[in-house]
T-cell receptor, first 113, second 113 residues
Framework: GNSVTQMEGPVTLSEEAFLTINCTYT??????LFWYVQYPGEGLQLLLK?????DKGSNKGFEATYRKETTSFHLEKGSVQVSDSAVYFC????????????FGAGTRLFVKA | DGGITQSPKYLFRKEGQNVTLSCEQN?????MYWYRQDPGQGLRLIYY???????QKGDIAEGYSVSREKKESFPLTVTSAQKNPTAFYLC????????????FGDGTRLSIL
């Protein structure tokens, strides 16, 4: 079946550290891939997306590259800030089966000043 | 500004009671979704709808019901048959299509009295 696996959190970093949150997926067909961010007490917001192999999504200093050969979509940021503390969700969506989106379990990030 | 509005933000249910969570969008999206989020877990799909007067069960539909009488509105009823309703409920909408991101409301937190 289709699934998304993220690294378990929480991830704790100091300000200005490099961030990687790993995400791998299993899918039949060719999914679109997304990263969403959730701040406390709020809904999810789209952070970035990639719709085909080798695409790079980027936004607010975050980047992720769609790697078909390794079925991965790892999230990276070169220098995190305290304001980046949130829960990050990797997700995939297929062009079949009702276009449902499948979410990973989420990775909580804490950034210390 | 366009967006999704969920109400109320907090809701309490008594034993044997049905409660209805409201979700309204002014993004002109055809597709709408309801998710349940439990602490430390990802999102689980309850119901989704891709067009007015039609909706489909998601992965955990038992104990829930929905209606889609208007494009803008997709209310969720948590019935007394749902024995463990305490959770954070998120509504989302999107353009129909596998490469389209979802837009989320700020959620409703439901608790049992």
């Amino acid at each position: 079946g289709n699934s998304v696996t993220q690294m378990e959190g929480p991830v704790t970093l100091s300000e200005e550290a490099f961030l990687t949150i790993n995400c791998t997926y299993t899918a039949t067909g060719y999914p679109s891939l997304f990263w969403y961010v959730q701040y406390p007490g709020e809904g999810l917001q789209l952070l970035l997306k990639a719709t085909k192999a080798d695409d790079k999504g980027s936004n607010k200093g975050f980047e992720a590259t769609y790697r078909k050969e390794t079925t991965s979509f790892h999230l990276e940021k070169g220098s995190v800030q305290v304001s980046d503390s949130a829960v990050y969700f990797c997700a995939l969506s297929l062009n079949t089966g009702g276009f449902k989106t499948i979410f990973g379990a989420g990775t909580r990030l804490f950034v210390k000043a | 500004d366009g967006g999704i509005t969920q109400s109320p933000k907090y809701l309490f249910r008594k034993e044997g009671q049905n409660v209805t969570l409201s979700c309204e969008q002014n993004l002109n999206h055809d597709a709408m979704y309801w998710y349940r989020q439990d602490p430390g877990q990802g999102l689980r799909l309850i119901y989704y709808s891709q067009i007015v007067n039609d909706f489909q069960k998601g992965d955990i539909a038992e104990g829930y019901s929905v209606s889609r009488e208007k494009k803008e509105s997709f209310p969720l009823t948590v019935t007394s048959a749902q024995k463990n309703p305490t959770a954070f409920y998120l509504c989302a909408s999107s353009i129909v299509g596998g490469n389209q991101p979802q837009h989320f409301g700020d959620g409703t937190r439901l608790s049992i009295l």
